[in-house]
């Protein structure tokens, strides 16, 4: 209630774009109030039942957005297009036939509402369904009285109202409680956006949660329908659709991928045939171009590409022609690897959907706040919380608009974006994604490791980290034991901790010892190789090397970036070429009887294999 109150009472007294600071403060203080309300009664309100639980999310949600119904029209100039288009439709007509432009010159038109349309000259992008929803606003204007943009606004508020309770309703049926849908319902981001912004991403989210019941409920050609209405509600929903397709191959087979997307095909040409105008395609994609060509907004990769193309506004010629194509490639191949990626599992099914929503906002020139909404819905379907953080930070754009924001400050602004999110995500994915990884490389280290040795024999693994190497020579038959200076053991072979001197073993107590990537991370590497051929007759060197100056700073900061993701302070490193780790070796009274390149591209890592010289 006080967040709706405060909501309200800003909404009444001030305009958000104009008094920006003002809207960024309410902002923060409603998802600050709200975050912490659902995080110390979380308890509580995941225990409800969840008939109370979505009843509960929807009074919230629907109270928040009413707060948000107060306020001017001013985070975007979008609805005044809404209501041209609505005007168009609801005298029966396509609003795709000619630009408003045209229409002005034939003396048709709202002129008070054709001045605030942004870009006249070019047709409207919005689709069949959005404009259904235009045009009814209009004619309830008409029918009932009130004005089209109270009517219009009040109609996106259902239809975002109607998403959350299938949002919640599909958690029911995965077994969770609605309360995730708050995740959505109540975020700052989404109640502004839809009620105050008007945007048409939430005559979408209805369709989306629909899609993703069906698929789940094993009715493909409804799911099909749910698609095609996604895609005519907004074009960037049927991101999600080759990942529903293939999860649908991989769980159900054949015929429900075909009939799904036949579905979604008949539904999406269908809508559009509705408002069938001659140019409908040539004009369709001649506003197509103007966005892609022209239209750029807190885009990070874009801008870094736009930069690396050596482009300078105002100075050098536009290069859209190159970073259109290779963003829109890079989208491609991000939605194909999640389709891909499905195997017929629910979680993947939903993280899929997620990350080809994450792929369009990447690698899009324009990431307008509203554009995240279908990811918050979809995350909180994949039980994720970087995508409410997502919503949380990307407000900041707005300040974008402010008269007084330079150049550096957008791209510093940029930057604290990114590293709010990219920290967030590293926190929420990294341990699990990276315990993966490490345990898929430890496979790979084995794989060398064995091809060194006999089978069957004593093995000291030195610098052992969490020690999944040594796990996986265990399986193969091998007797192992780990050491490391600090215990991140996260397996139950013994383990010893020393002081990266001495080794608290006796001589020749191991057939062999295997040292992988730790030799360049000692303090003293002689002293580890003198204590490794001490208590080993034989040792197994992995060692990233370096041929050329350039290289050994490149692998430096990989390897620092690699380690700080494994929770490593920053520490010297003593990378060595081939012939230094010999020399080194060889002064020690030993001798490295073969070596051979592991990789020589960007990561030049070999493997060694030494004895002691009499025993050659």
């Not at 975002?160 to 109540?186: E, F, H, N, Q, T």
């Not at 105008?277 to 369709?284: H, Y």
């Not at 324009?366 to 279908?374: D, E, G, K, R, T």
Request: net charge negative; aromatic share 12%; proline share 4%.
């Amino acid at each position: 209630m006080g967040v709706a109150a405060v909501t309200a009472g800003f909404s009444a007294l001030a305009v958000p774009r104009e008094q920006i600071w003002g809207f960024l403060a309410v902002f923060a203080l409603s998802a600050v109030v709200l975050g912490a309300a659902l995080w110390w009664a979380r308890e509580a309100l995941w225990s409800l039942p969840w008939k109370r639980a979505l009843v509960l999310v929807l009074v919230v949600a629907a109270l928040l957005r009413v707060s948000a119904l107060v306020a001017p029209i001013s985070l975007s100039d979008d609805i005044w297009r809404y209501l041209w288009d609505g005007e168009i439709v609801a005298a029966g007509q396509t609003p795709y036939a000619e630009s408003a432009a045209e229409r002005m010159e034939r003396g048709e038109g709202d002129a008070a509402l054709y001045e605030k349309i942004n870009r006249p000259r070019y047709q409207t992008i919005y689709p069949p369904v959005a404009q259904v929803v235009f045009g009814a606003a209009v004619y309830m204007e008409q029918l009932f009285g009130g004005t089209a943009t109270s009517w219009l606004r009040i109609l996106f508020v259902l239809f975002d109202l109607m998403g959350i309770a299938v949002l919640g309703l599909v958690l029911v049926k995965l077994g969770r409680s609605p309360m995730w849908a708050a995740l959505y319902g109540w975020h700052p981001l989404a109640y502004w956006e839809v009620a105050a912004g008007v945007h048409t991403e939430a005559l979408g989210l209805v369709w989306l949660a629909a899609l993703v019941g069906l698929a789940l409920s094993n009715r493909a050609a409804a799911c099909g329908v749910a698609i095609g209405l996604a895609g005519l509600a907004k074009w960037t929903f049927l991101v999600v659709s080759p990942v529903v397709a293939l999860y649908l191959l991989r769980a159900r087979g054949w015929w429900a991928a075909i009939s799904t997307t036949v579905a979604a095909l008949v539904v999406f040409v269908g809508g559009y045939l509705l408002f069938w105008s001659d140019d409908l395609v040539t004009n369709k994609l001649d506003s197509l171009r103007l966005y892609s060509e022209h239209f750029s907004f807190n885009a990070p990769v874009y801008y870094v590409l736009r930069w690396s193309l050596g482009y300078e506004e105002g100075v050098t010629e536009p290069v859209h022609h190159i970073t259109g194509p290779v963003l829109t490639l890079c989208t491609i191949a991000v939605v194909a690897a999640v389709a891909m990626w499905q195997d017929g599992s629910v979680r993947r099914f939903l993280a899929g959907m997620a990350l080809a929503a994450a792929g369009y906002l990447l690698f899009s020139a324009v990431f307008h706040p509203w554009y995240a909404l279908p990811f918050l819905a979809l995350g909180v379907l994949a039980k994720w919380t970087t995508p409410a953080v997502v919503c949380s930070v990307v407000v900041l754009s707005y300040l974008f608009y402010a008269p007084w924001m330079s150049r550096g400050a957008e791209v510093a602004l940029m930057a604290v974006q990114v590293a709010v999110i990219g920290g967030w995500a590293l926190w929420e994915f990294g341990p699990p994604w990276l315990e993966r990884a490490l345990r898929r490389r430890a496979m790979w280290k084995a794989d060398v490791v064995d091809d060194a040795l006999d089978g069957g024999e004593a093995v000291l693994d030195l610098g052992a980290g969490e020690g999944f190497v040594g796990e996986e020579l265990a399986r193969r038959g091998y007797e192992v034991e780990l050491v490391d200076v600090v215990d991140r053991n996260g397996t139950d072979l013994p383990f010893s901790v020393y002081d990266g001197g001495t080794l608290p073993f006796d001589n020749d107590a191991f057939d062999a010892v295997v040292i992988s990537y730790v030799l360049h991370h000692a303090e003293d590497p002689d002293r580890v190789l003198a204590e490794a051929l001490r208590v080993g007759r034989r040792l197994v060197i992995l060692e990233t090397v370096y041929e050329k100056e350039w290289d050994r700073r490149l692998v430096t900061v990989l390897d620092l970036t690699a380690n700080a993701l494994r929770g490593m302070a920053p520490e010297p490193l003593k990378f060595d070429t081939v012939e230094g780790w010999t020399e080194r070796v060889e002064e020690l009274g030993a001798e490295v009887r073969s070596w051979r390149w592991l990789g020589r591209g960007v990561h030049r890592h070999v493997v060694m294999i030494a004895r002691h010289s009499e025993q050659h």
